[in-house]
């Protein structure tokens, strides 16, 4: 069993909606990672966070260490934020990257 | 520079060739990573290099040798490969790999065809 999950696997959105993606995780961890993926293409780390709130134009991610829970929102979505997302977890005594499955996000124009 | 580059973008290569990836950064950074991904698959890691010697080898088959010559740079060295282990090869790199999580920053990857 993946230790960490994500949902929704496939998500579809009309430009301008809000947009979430949610990471549960099973382990302790020191950080969780949210990266992005466009088709064929190399990651870009967006976020990293071991507690409360980053923000970053228009992407925001929480997290939620209690109930080992964290999301990723996107604001004013726009077709060029088509990509996976991927949730990651790092820490422990184990510093290696725990992946989610990812999240294809389309939106439409 | 936050920068991690891989070269080629692109490799085609028989069963019976040898070839070799390459990744370069100029971030200071002290740990560099080897992932291979499958479509639509999360990355797997296969090797990590902390201070230029190899700290992880995730079981990956001797046809993938790693090498670390320097601190900027990272090198897989490939040898009669199997059509399966076509992929996206991506490099990362971070800070250090111990203590505290470090930010991973990876390249664009190479996409690798066996034939």
């Known amino acids: 069993k993946n230790e960490v999950e994500q949902s929704p696997q496939n998500l579809t959105a009309q430009e301008g909606e809000f947009i979430t993606i949610n990471c549960s995780y099973s382990?302790?961890?020191?950080?969780l990672h949210w990266l992005q993926q466009h088709p064929g293409g190399g990651i870009v780390s967006l976020f990293m966070?071991?507690?409360g709130k980053k923000k970053h134009g228009r992407l925001i991610a929480t997290i939620n260490i209690q109930e080992k829970h964290s999301s990723l929102h996107i604001t004013a979505s726009h077709p060029r934020d088509s990509a996976v997302y991927i949730c990651?977890?790092?820490?422990?005594?184990?510093?290696?990257?725990?992946f989610g499955k990812g999240t294809l996000l389309t939106v439409n124009p | 520079d936050t920068e991690v580059t891989q070269t080629p973008k692109h490799l085609v290569m028989g069963m019976t060739n040898k070839k070799s990836l390459k990744c370069e950064q100029h971030?200071?950074?002290?740990?560099m990573y080897w992932y291979k991904q499958k479509a639509k698959k999360p990355p797997e890691l296969m090797f990590v290099?902390?201070?230029?010697?190899?700290?992880i080898n995730e079981s990956v088959p001797s046809r993938f040798s790693p090498e670390c010559p320097n601190s900027s740079l990272l090198n897989l060295h490939l040898h009669a490969l199997q059509p399966e282990d076509s992929a996206l090869y991506l490099c990362?790199?971070?800070?250090?790999?111990?203590?505290?999580?470090?930010?991973?920053?990876f390249g664009p990857g190479t996409r690798l065809t066996v034939t």
């Open positions: 290099y902390s201070y230029e010697k190899l700290s």
């Open positions: 971030m200071g950074h002290r740990a």
């Open positions: 966070l071991s507690s």
């Open positions: 990651a977890a790092s820490g422990g005594s184990n510093y290696k990257l725990t």
């Open positions: 382990v302790g961890i020191s950080a």
């Open positions: 990362a790199s971070s800070l250090t790999d111990g203590g505290p999580s470090y930010e991973q920053y």
